[in-house]
């Protein structure tokens, strides 16, 4: 196993580490720590099954291991950004629709208030 | 008292004013809404401000719903929608808070709904016999997606960015579900027409703003174009949402 290797499969072991360190402390949720503990665990065993990678820089016809390796990393972030931009979107559609509920039952609430007042004072 | 008077007497009318940092404009804007649409409910959208008009909403006496930050135009049009349709309203007057639409108009855009001619009115400012004088790109722009609207919706729109319309209780219900957040003008009546809401335009009399300056005047400016340019190619992809 080559040393770049042996750096890429302590990564996924830190990785899968830092992840469910995350997931225990709640600042993870479940969907994303199994997204990025799957990511961590192709790293590991991509890092040392070497044969593996090998069969899969001979199937695309890669000239470099290396090359496959950052071809699939840059494909996963493209893939990842889409992901987030995604919920971000949904997160912002929520976010606006909670802001404005809330405005009215506020202002509603206080119309409901000022009435009682009015009624309590007569 | 003509009939159409007894029915507005009989009829709840809302105006809402969307406003965002206005707190120059705004109590002149009320009071001169106040003195043209006297049995109207008045409600001012508070877009998050971050000057002062939340306390000058409040000293105008009128109901105030307070966004707690700030939506975008779209945004706090719609809650005035949603707003509306909480409390029953039959008819839903919208104008800007910046003083820019004459008033002496609102009647006028309230009777066109009241009499069936439309679900959606908008006061034109280019219907009116002295066109408006604003900055040459803004023209170029308002002109040029009026001419898009018209032809997707195959009639003529000539102020697809007017913030004076009025709607009946129809198109407030289709808004409250379905009104674009950020910059609404030409998608929000492609949507309704789409949804077989009827949309007529009535001259108004614009004027300029006198305190403050516009939202549009902002660099977002040159981003909204081309914004709402992929959000109409990408409307006219979806299902169509039919109301009646």
């Given at each position: 196993m080559s040393r770049a290797l042996e750096i890429a499969a302590i990564t996924g072991v830190v990785l899968i580490v830092w992840v469910l360190y995350l997931y225990r402390k709640g600042r993870l949720k479940e969907d994303h720590a199994l997204l990025w503990l799957f990511v961590s665990a192709v790293v590991v065993v991509l890092s040392t099954w070497t044969d593996l990678l090998l069969a899969i820089n001979w199937l695309v016809g890669a000239e470099k291991v290396s090359d496959v390796v950052l071809a699939a990393f840059v494909a996963f972030l493209l893939v990842i950004g889409i992901y987030y931009s995604v919920k971000i979107s949904e997160l912002t559609e929520q976010n606006r629709q909670i802001a404005q509920e809330l405005a009215i039952i506020k202002t509603n609430g206080m119309k409901i208030e000022d009435k009682k007042q009015d009624s309590n004072n007569k | 008292m003509d009939l159409l008077a007894m029915e507005l007497m009989k009829t709840k009318v809302l105006v809402i004013i969307p406003a965002y940092n206005e707190q120059e404009n705004l109590a002149t804007t009320i009071d001169e809404v106040r003195s043209k649409a006297l049995s109207a409910d008045l409600l001012i959208v508070n877009d998050g401000s971050r000057d002062e008009t939340a306390i000058v909403a409040e000293k105008t006496g009128v109901n105030a719903v307070n966004l707690p930050f700030n939506l975008g135009i779209g945004g706090a049009v719609q809650t005035g929608f949603k707003y509306a349709l909480h409390n029953g309203y039959n008819v839903v007057v919208q104008v800007d808070?910046?003083?820019?639409?004459?008033?002496?108009y609102l009647r006028k855009l309230i009777d066109s709904v009241l009499e069936g001619k439309a679900d959606i009115v908008i006061g034109s400012r280019y219907l009116y016999d002295e066109p408006p004088k604003m900055p040459f790109f803004r023209n170029l722009g308002i002109r040029y997606f009026s001419w898009l609207t018209s032809k997707i919706i195959r009639q003529k729109i000539?102020?697809?960015?007017?913030?004076f319309r009025a709607l009946n209780r129809e198109a407030v219900r289709f808004f409250s579900e379905n009104y674009p957040v950020d910059f609404p003008d030409a998608e929000a009546l492609i949507l309704a027409h789409r949804a077989g809401l009827k949309i007529a335009e009535l001259p108004v009399r614009f004027r300029n703003r006198v305190n403050g300056k516009s939202s549009l005047s902002s660099p977002r400016f040159l981003y909204y174009p081309i914004k709402e340019m992929l959000s109409i190619l990408t409307l006219l992809t979806k299902r169509r949402e039919p109301t009646r």
């Open positions: - | 808070a910046d003083g820019q639409h004459d008033a002496a000539t102020d697809c960015s007017s913030g």
